[in-house]
């Protein structure tokens, strides 16, 4: 890096705010793990006291955080070549590197900690987990090395409903799992919808996104062969008896909605119209992630 831009960037980063160090934290990321999260933990059966919850789930938002900061971090290159992702505070200069990881590492370090002290080792474990795979497993590893990336890295997303879970019974049990198995299979359809409406971005950065790698029909493919996975295995509370008759009705229709944005997506092959299409399915997989939890709060707490 020449003289100039290394001025330029230390003049930026001289002017970091709270709301970069936030950015840093992938708010809108950190707010569905910090629901799910919550969903375990007040789905587990026993009791938990509410200031132990609360820092429960504050672990949780600060490990999510933490995980997302390292991959900005790690990532800081690529993103300042992708439209997405360049004006984050690292590409754009607004925080520089060694300040970056430094925050980062430290809140890692902290909510492990306080999970382990004040709730339990083995929901600090979990955490701890979580955090590994996403930075090194997704981020490190799979990444920039195979389109399968999101496959096999989705799976440190499914960690919050297992941690909120093991923070209240201190184990685990079938149900944290196949709410585990929900998210690990939401994760490709959502993720992949993204990237066929920023399949340039992905190329441009040289990251081996499904779309890039196997072509834009293979995606799509893929996309409906994991969406129908997901609405089988979203059934399987009701079928092991977590769930009634609220949760089951309410997962067959999302899951009806989710199966046919995958089909219009399949289906569209106008230019014009193929990004819109993508997208939508994108917006939808959040909120379908989003009610599919909440039914099934809804159904405990309702006992029909």
Same mark, same amino acid.
């Given at each position: ?13 001289? !002017?970091?705010?709270?709301? @970069? ?37 504050? /672990? ?35 925080? @520089? ?7 980062? &590492?430290?809140?890692?370090? &902290?909510? &492990? ?13 979990? %955490?701890?987990?979580?955090? /590994? ?8 590893? %799979?990444? !920039? ?39 690990? $299979? ?13 399949? @340039? ?15 834009? *029909? ?40 989710? $199966? ?6 399949? *289906? @569209? ?7 819109? !299409? ?18 099934? $709060? &809804? ?6």
């Amino acid at each position: 890096m020449n003289t100039k831009i290394s001025s330029i960037i230390h003049h930026q980063s001289s !002017t970091s705010t709270i709301r @970069d160090y936030i950015s840093l934290l992938k708010p809108r990321v950190m707010s569905l793990v910090v629901f799910t999260g919550l969903a375990g933990l007040l789905l587990a059966p026993g009791h938990i006291h509410p200031f132990i919850a609360g820092i429960a789930i504050f /672990c949780i938002a600060l490990g999510s955080g933490a995980s997302g900061a390292i991959n900005m971090w790690y990532e800081r290159e690529s993103d300042g070549l992708m439209k997405r992702t360049q004006n984050r505070p690292l590409p754009a200069g607004r925080i @520089d590197a060694d300040s970056a990881i430094e925050f980062a &590492v430290i809140l890692a370090g &902290v909510s &492990v900690f306080i999970m382990a002290v004040a709730v339990n080792y083995l929901a600090a474990l979990l %955490l701890l987990s979580a955090i /590994c795979f996403y930075v090194f497993i997704y981020t490190v590893w %799979l990444k !920039t090395r195979t389109p399968q990336n999101i496959v096999i890295g989705g799976a440190a997303g499914a960690f919050p409903p297992l941690i909120g879970w093991a923070a209240v019974t201190g184990d685990l049990s079938m149900m944290p799992l196949l709410l585990f198995l929900i998210i690990f $299979l939401w994760t490709p359809p959502h993720f992949w919808a993204l990237a066929l409406y920023r399949s @340039d971005d992905y190329k441009n950065a040289g990251i081996p996104m499904l779309p890039v790698v196997r072509g834009v *029909k293979e995606t799509k493919k893929q996309i409906i062969i994991y969406s129908v996975l997901l609405v089988f295995s979203s059934i399987l509370p009701f079928l092991y008896h977590f769930s009634g008759k609220i949760y089951a009705l309410g997962a067959v229709l999302l899951g009806a909605k989710f $199966l046919q944005h995958s089909l219009l997506v399949y *289906k @569209d092959n106008k230019e014009e119209t193929a990004g819109k !299409t993508s997208i939508a399915m994108f917006k939808f997989s959040i909120y379908y992630l989003f009610l599919l939890f909440t039914l099934l $709060l &809804v159904d405990k707490y309702a006992h029909w």
